[in-house]
Antibody, heavy 123, light 108 residues
Framework: QLTLKESGPTLVKPTQTLTLTCTFS??????????VGWIRQPPGKALEWLAL???????RYSPSLKSRLTITKDTSKNQVVLTMTNMDPVDTGTYYC???????????????WGQGTVVTVSS | EIVMTQSPATLSVSPGERATLSCRAS??????LAWYQQKPGQAPRLLIY???TRATDIPGRFSGSGSGTDFTLTISSLQSEDFALYYC??????????FGGGTKVELK
């Protein structure tokens, strides 16, 4: 069974850097085609895709947020880490990590998601 | 950026009835369209991709159709567990791909 779980701070101050960790099980990021992405949802608003890392270390970022995002993986720990710099109150929302796999799913779609972690940006 | 518009915002349906949800793209996304279901307090779940292909373990009462700019998710006979939020997402020329604002299917 594939599972993912997000963790990180619930409250960050404006201008600070947010670091979120996605810990997963049931699959490996050393398997060809596998990827883990991050998606967020501000309160009452639509989902927004942020970043994705593949088994090959290939990364993809949302063009509008690329300058603020870094996604990395630690295959020994089965973790993916997302950092977002210069946080602002508009970044408040629920952050999800999710699984995908090339050649099984279309690029940009995610079949298994974590429960999400709520991040509030406030001074 | 392609804007995805879902309608209606809320759909009131009785169990056993058919539910039809719409998603419109501001420009053609071909068949690069997915549907997700999200229940309160739960993670989103992929239902449909490539506009009409059911994801693994998704019941046959869920079907998707459309191409270009207009898409439909149909739930043929609504079950109690189907009351949820539904989102469409395009992945044409991904990244970034964008999601619609969602349709809430509620008990009539």
């Amino acid at each position: 069974q594939l599972t993912l779980k997000e963790s990180g701070p619930t409250l960050v101050k404006p201008t600070q850097t947010l670091t979120l960790t996605c810990t997963f099980s049931g699959f490996s990021l050393t398997t060809a085609g596998v990827g883990v992405g991050w998606i967020r949802q501000p309160p009452g608003k639509a989902l927004e895709w942020l970043a994705l890392i593949y088994w090959s270390d290939d990364t993809r970022y949302s063009p509008s947020l690329k300058s603020r995002l870094t996604i990395t993986k630690d295959t020994s720990k089965n973790q993916v880490v997302l950092t977002m710099t210069n946080m602002d109150p508009v970044d408040t929302g629920t952050y999800y990590c999710a699984h995908t796999r090339l050649l099984v799913l279309p690029t940009g779609t995610f079949d298994i998601w974590g429960q999400g972690t709520v991040v509030t940006v406030s001074s | 950026e392609i804007v995805m518009t879902q309608s209606p915002a809320t759909l009131s349906v009785s169990p056993g009835e058919r539910a039809t949800l719409s998603c419109r793209a501001s420009q053609s996304v071909s068949s690069n369209l997915a549907w997700y279901q999200q229940k309160p307090g739960q993670a989103p779940r992929l239902l449909i991709y490539d506009a009409s292909t059911r994801a693994t373990d998704i019941p046959g009462r869920f079907s998707g159709s459309g191409s270009g700019t207009d898409f439909t998710l149909t739930i043929s006979s609504l079950q109690s567990e189907d009351f949820a939020l539904y989102y469409c997402q395009h992945y044409n020329n991904w990244p970034p791909g964008t999601f619609g604002g969602g349709t809430k299917v509620e008990l009539k």
